[in-house]
Every structure is written in structure tokens, then in C-alpha cells.
């Protein structure tokens, strides 16, 4: 789903238009049940998070954490990966958390063995969830494949010693080509099992969880169809209803089209219609869903990294969520706003990734965003009772996250926020374009202000040049 900062959902190669579609939920085997409750926002005056800001984070634990030991996991890509020397065949790299963190040397490779094909980048976009209702999060893996290919979703399913590597592939719904091609993991239905969305290049379709998709049957839903391009899409509570929502960015029309976000409702009966609002979406390549104010409602992320964007060093947007949608006002961060720490000369692309996750244990969720041109670049802004700020914002270049190499280029290419040591704090994971790395720091809050990254765990690829960490999940 994501890319270098120059091919993430380029927007000169939107083009298309928007048949936008609602459908109801496919069945399920024990049908809905009433979603989990949350508990009312907390008020401006007081500042406080509300209850459902830590449930988020709890719940972000638990849709990485494979084996069920209360750590979560991280799932690197290798979407270049050859297989049984088959190039481009792609696979995916595991490494388990522990109260340590997570250890170089703990991995798991999950790959299609016999059945790999050329080109398909098996790994090339990632998502977890509890999809079966087991209590162990499940690895979705797409392989959207290139060149006119169907493309393919399949499933590694959790259990006590890890992922297992008996892969099972999901059923397409119809013809299809690059299924795959954008994933999203959310409980849209609130039945106590994770649902799946995936993407082809112009559509959006759901698989609501059950005890069928371990068998691969998935009971596709269409939810967007017919556009000429779908970007990234992101799940997260936007309204405060309980639900998980979906935020799809899309281009309508051709590549003078700006392009837009919209968000589709999570109700009993599953993904339903828009809510009211948009957020952003020309030349958005990444975005994320998380609650940055602990006012109970998910606020949305959405990345530009594009020299052709309102800023040329990229920027992010910031749209509020609230009971009656998005908010009409948005807040756009940039490397020149007020209060944001200097980025190395040459820095730009910023926005190029995000990710939501609460880095400092207060309630709130925190931003990471890379910044990968030049020598790169990846951020931590901290959320608040005011939403995302850049007081005490950090920022990582290579020489302070511990990236020893002779040249080093696109440094926060991928970022990923996961509590990997079970410490109540987000860990962030950053990849690395060149001499292709993934680094894993431990920001703490921003009182603990900047300086080199103390006890960095530095994750390697058994060979270059094969898309070690793009994406990461």
C-alpha cells in the first residue's frame, strides 16, 4: 500500500470516477452483538482522556500480539523478496515482542513456498486483527501483484507458539485486479471479531470475521466500487459510537482530480453509509485514525508528501472526529510549523508515512510521521487536551537513531507505532530506503527532550535490494 515518496499514490496517476456504494453486512455465525461500549469524552476543562482512548490503546496491543502473550508483534514486508528462487515473490518477517522488546534474533518468515509467483509481492501490504474471534490476532497479507494480476489476500492465523505457516488463501470476490492492493483491520460490525477491508486499484470491498474465513471463505461486501483509483485506507472510531469506521482515500476522476477522503460509518449491521465531512485526499499516500485530544472521538491523519502540495517539504492534515462526523476545520503540520524541531538540510517528504499510537503512556494518542527525502527524516508530535501539538516534539535522523552506514538515504520511509515490550508505551519502528534496515526506538514522552536513541534495536535483511521494511505493520 505504501511507497517511496515519489510512487505513494501519485496523484498524476489518479484518474477515474466514484460509483460510492453501501451494502449491508454478510453473515456472520453467531450474528451481531451490541458493540462494546464507551465511556462519554472527557470535558475540555478537565483534560482528561476519556475511557475510550485507553481502550483504543489496549486494543491496538492486542490486534499485533500473534501468540497472545500480551506483547505485540511486528510484521515486516519484504515485497521484493525472492522465494525458492523465484525474484519478486515477496515474504513476510515476524519478530515477537517480549518484556524486553523485540530480539533480532526471534523471526519468523512466512512466505508461499511451492506456490509462490513471480512478481506477485506476497507482502506487500499488511493488517492484523482477531478476524476468526480465537483471542490471537491473524496476519492479513496482500499481494496485489503488478501488470493487470488479480492479486491475492491471504491469512496467517495466530495461536499460542506464533503465526502459523499454514497460509490460507481468501476467496475474490469476482474479477478483480490488484486485490490486495490497500488492507484495514477494524470491528465494523461490533460483534467481538475484527472484520477485513481490502482495496483492488478501484474498488473497496468487506469480509466480516467468522469461523468461515479460516477456511477461506470470506463473503465479500462491497463497499466502494468503480473509482479510477483507491489510495490507503485506516479504520478507527471515528464518531464515538463503539464501531469501527473505514477511511478511504480516492480519486473520482482523472489526474487533474484533487482526490478526497471519506469515511464509511461502522453500525450493527456493518459498514454503512459516509459520515458527514471529508478529509483530504489529493496526493495523500498514507493515513491513519487515532484519538489525539482523548475527547472519545477518532481524529484523522492523512499524509502529503508531495512537492507539488502546499507545502514543499510535504506536510500532514488533522481532521477532527466527532459524534456528527469530521469537523470542517483541519490542522496541517509541515517541517516549518511553529515549534517543530530542525530537520537535517535537505529533509523533505514529510508525511510520507504515518501511524497513531500512544508513545508516552497519557491517554492520548501521539503521531509518527516520516519524512524520508533526502537523508530522512521521522517525528513524533504528542497529543494532548488540545489535540496533536509540537511541544516536546521529537525528531529521529539516522545518526540519532543509531543508523551507522556509509550513506544513508530515505530514513522514515515506513513508521509503525506498537507497544512491543508491554510497557503501556508505543515503541516506533522506522524503515529505511537504502541500505534497508528497520530501526526500532523508544521515544518516551517529550519531557525526556532529544538526543541520540538510547538502546535502538537495529533489524537487518538477510539481502538488500528485496524491500526490507515496506510495509511494516
Known amino acids: 500500500m505504501r511507497a517511496s515518496t515519489l510512487t505513494r499514490f501519485a496523484p498524476c496517476l489518479l484518474a477515474g470516477l466514484l460509483a460510492a456504494a453501501t451494502a449491508s453486512c454478510a453473515a456472520t455465525d453467531s450474528g451481531p452483538r451490541p458493540p462494546r461500549s464507551s465511556s462519554p469524552a472527557a470535558t475540555p476543562a478537565t483534560g482528561v482522556p476519556s475511557a475510550t482512548a485507553a481502550r483504543d490503546a489496549r486494543e491496538a496491543a492486542k490486534a499485533r500480539d500473534f501468540n497472545g502473550d500480551g506483547y505485540a508483534d511486528l510484521a515486516v514486508g519484504v515485497r521484493e523478496g525472492a522465494v525458492n528462487g523465484v ?7 515476524v519478530v515477537y515482542g517480549s518484556s524486553s522488546g523485540v530480539a533480532s534474533t526471534r523471526r519468523q518468515v512466512l512466505d508461499r513456498g511451492g506456490a509462490a509467483v513471480k512478481g506477485e509481492g506476497f507482502g506487500a ?9 480465537d ?25 499460542g507458539p506464533g503465526l ?14 490488484g486485490f490486495g492492493a490497500a488492507l484495514a483491520v477494524g470491528d465494523y460490525d461490533g460483534d467481538g471479531r475484527d472484520d477485513l477491508a481490502v482495496s483492488t486499484f478501484d474498488a473497496v470491498w468487506v469480509a466480516y470475521g467468522s ?35 473505514l477511511a478511504v482515500v480516492y480519486s473520482e476522476d482523472d489526474p487533474a482530480d484533487e482526490g478526497m477522503g471519506a469515511v464509511y460509518r461502522g453500525s450493527r449491521e456493518g459498514l454503512a453509509d459516509r459520515l458527514p465531512g471529508t478529509f483530504p485526499g489529493w496526493g495523500v499516500g498514507d493515513v491513519a485514525i487515532g484519538d489525539l485530544d482523548g475527547d472519545g472521538f477518532g481524529d484523522v491523519v492523512a499524509g502529503n508528501s508531495y512537492a507539488d502540495a502546499e507545502d514543499p517539504g510535504g506536510q500532514i492534515y488533522v481532521s477532527r472526529g466527532s459524534a456528527r462526523g469530521l469537523e470542517a476545520e483541519r490542522v496541517i503540520w509541515t517541517l516549518s510549523s ?24 497519557d491517554g492520548y494518542a501521539d503521531v509518527a510521521v516520516g519524512a524520508s527525502g533526502g537523508a530522512g527524516a521521522a517525528l513524533v508530535l504528542y497529543g494532548g487536551g488540545s489535540g496533536v501539538s509540537a511541544r516536546g516534539a521529537r525528531l529521529y535522523d539516522p545518526g540519532s537513531a543509531g543508523v551507522a552506514a556509509d550513506v544513508v538515504q530515505g530514513f522514515g520511509q515506513e513508521v509503525a507505532l506498537a507497544d512491543l515490550d508491554g510497557d503501556g508505551r508505543a515503541e516506533l519502528a522506522v524503515s529505511t530506503r537504502a541500505e534497508q534496515r528497520v530501526t526500532v526506538l523508544s521515544p518516551g514522552g517529550p519531557e525526556t527532550g532529544g538526543g541520540a536513541a538510547k538502546g535502538a534495536v537495529q533489524l537487518t535483511p538477510a539481502r538488500q535490494g528485496e524491500g526490507f521494511g515496506h510495509p511494516l505493520n
Do not use: C, K
Open 87 to 93: 525474484p519478486g515473490a515477496g515474504r513476510v518477517q
Open 125 to 133: 501490504t499488511l493488517a492484523s486483527g482477531d478476524l476468526d474471534g
Open 135 to 159: 483471542g490471537y490476532a491473524d496476519l492479513a497479507v496482500g499481494a496485489p501483484g503488478r501488470g493487470g494480476r488479480a492479486g491475492s489476500v491471504t491469512i496467517a492465523f495466530g495461536a
Open 164 to 177: 502459523s505457516d499454514r497460509l490460507v488463501a481468501l476467496d475474490r470476490p469476482g474479477d478483480t485486479t
Open 211 to 245: 469461523g468461515g474465513i479460516r477456511r477461506g471463505r470470506a463473503g465479500w461486501t462491497p463497499v466502494m466500487g468503480n473509482t479510477a483509483r483507491v489510495g490507503p485506507l485506516a479504520s478507527g472510531d471515528v464518531d464515538g459510537d463503539g464501531y469501527a469506521d
Open 338 to 361: 511553529p515549534g517543530m524541531p530542525r530537520a537535517p538540510e535537505g529533509t523533505d517528504g514529510l508525511g510520507g508515512a504515518v501511524a497513531v499510537g500512544d508513545v508516552d503512556g
